[in-house]
């Protein structure tokens, strides 16, 4: 069995009045994330660590920012089209594990949704999907609430 590694990081600009995509679900808030695609900072970085741990560079690389067929794309479409990539490789997807640093709202009842939508998304055991969420205590962008982060890491294999 081979295992590897990966990491992804991903930051986005919080705007009000904009539809707030999350894990793959909308989330009711006066302000949403900012981005070409739906920026679903939590797709985001499924797929760059997900990239990662396969060596096949990083989500910005194979859906430009620059091109207009993604624009206002559904995150939820480039994380499957993710799962193929790595899957014609060979790999098989052992967990996750995402952080997400947002001030507000409280993502924790929100939690259980996400993993069950991107469990079908991503065609993995719900279990071997993790998401946490913390704040960063009132400190820097996200403290003053004009953004969102999300760290991710995620373990493949190969038989
Ligand atoms: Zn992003």
Redesign the pocket.
Known sequence: MKYRIGQGY???QLEEGRDFWLGGIKISHTHGAK?H?D???VC?VLCDALLGAANMRN?GYHFSDKDPQWKGVDSKLLLAKVMEMIREKGYEVGNVDVTVVLQEPKLNPHIPTMKECLSKVMAIDIEDISIKATTSEHLGFVGKKEGIAAHCVALIYKQ
């Open positions: 991903d930051v986005h981005g695609s920026a679903d900072v985001h989500i």
